[in-house]
C-alpha cells in the first residue's frame, strides 16, 4: 500500500507541474504552486525531484515516453506504408491534442528551457523521426513512395507536424487538432507517393 501511495503522489505531482508550466510558463511556477495544486506538502516534490529543473524533465520524459509508445503500437496496427503515415500522423495529432498542457511546454516554453531539457525533447523527437524513418523506408522498399533520402524525408514530416501542433498551441488550443489530420496526412502522402493517394 505504501508504494502505491508514493506513486499517486509522484503522479499527482507530474500532472500538477504540467498544467502549470503549459498555463504559466517554466520560470513564472513556484514549487509552492505545484505543490499546492498536486495537495502535497511543498518538500515532499524535493523527495522524487532534487530541483524544478529535474521536475520539467520528469514532466517530458513520462509524457514522451507513453506518447512515442501509442505512437509505435499505433503504426504496427495497420497494414502499408499510406496507413501507416495516416496512424502516424493522426494520433500524433490526437495525443498533442488530449495533452494541451504539455503540447504548449513543448512548444511554447522549450526555448526558455536550460540545454537538460532541450536535451530530452530532441531525444523525443529523435525517436519520432525514427518511427517517421521507418514508415518512409518500408514505402520506398514496397515501391509505394518515391525514392527519397529517408531521414531528410522524417525531418521534413515532422516539421510540417510540429508546425501544425505549433499552430493550434499559438491559438490557444481553441479548435480541434485531431481535426486537421487529414489535411496534413493528405499534403505528406501527396508529396511521397509514387502513383497518387487513396481517401484516407
Known amino acids: 500500500m505504501a508504494r502505491k501511495r508514493v506513486g499517486n503522489k509522484r503522479e499527482r505531482i507530474i500532472n500538477a507541474a504540467a498544467k502549470l508550466f503549459g498555463e504559466k510558463g517554466y520560470h513564472r511556477t ?3 504552486e505545484i505543490a499546492d495544486a ?4 511543498a518538500g515532499t516534490i524535493y523527495i522524487y525531484f532534487a530541483s524544478k529543473e529535474m521536475l ?5 520524459e513520462e509524457f514522451l515516453g ?5 505512437l509505435s503500437e499505433g503504426v504496427r496496427a495497420v497494414s502499408g506504408a499510406e496507413a501507416k503515415t ?4 493522426t494520433l500524433g495529432l490526437e495525443l498533442m491534442e488530449s495533452n494541451p498542457s ?6 511554447s516554453q522549450l526555448r526558455q528551457s536550460s540545454e537538460m531539457v532541450k536535451t530530452v525533447a530532441k531525444k523525443s523527437s529523435r525517436i519520432y523521426m525514427d518511427i517517421i524513418e521507418d514508415v518512409v523506408s518500408g514505402g520506398i522498399e514496397a515501391g509505394t513512395f518515391r525514392e527519397f533520402d529517408p531521414a531528410t524525408t522524417a525531418i521534413m514530416v515532422f516539421g510540417a507536424y510540429q508546425y501544425v501542433v505549433f499552430e493550434w498551441v499559438a491559438a490557444d488550443c481553441s479548435y480541434s487538432l485531431g481535426a486537421k489530420a487529414k489535411a496534413l496526412s493528405d499534403f505528406v502522402l501527396m508529396g511521397m507517393s509514387r502513383d497518387g493517394i487513396s481517401e484516407g
Do not use: K, P
Request: glycine share 8%.
Open 30 to 32: 513556484t514549487t509552492s
Open 38 to 41: 498536486a495537495g502535497v506538502a
Open 56 to 60: 520539467i524533465v520528469g514532466v517530458f
Open 66 to 70: 507513453s506518447h512515442m509508445e501509442r
Open 86 to 89: 495516416r496512424r502516424l500522423l
Open 102 to 107: 504539455s503540447a504548449r511546454i513543448f512548444l
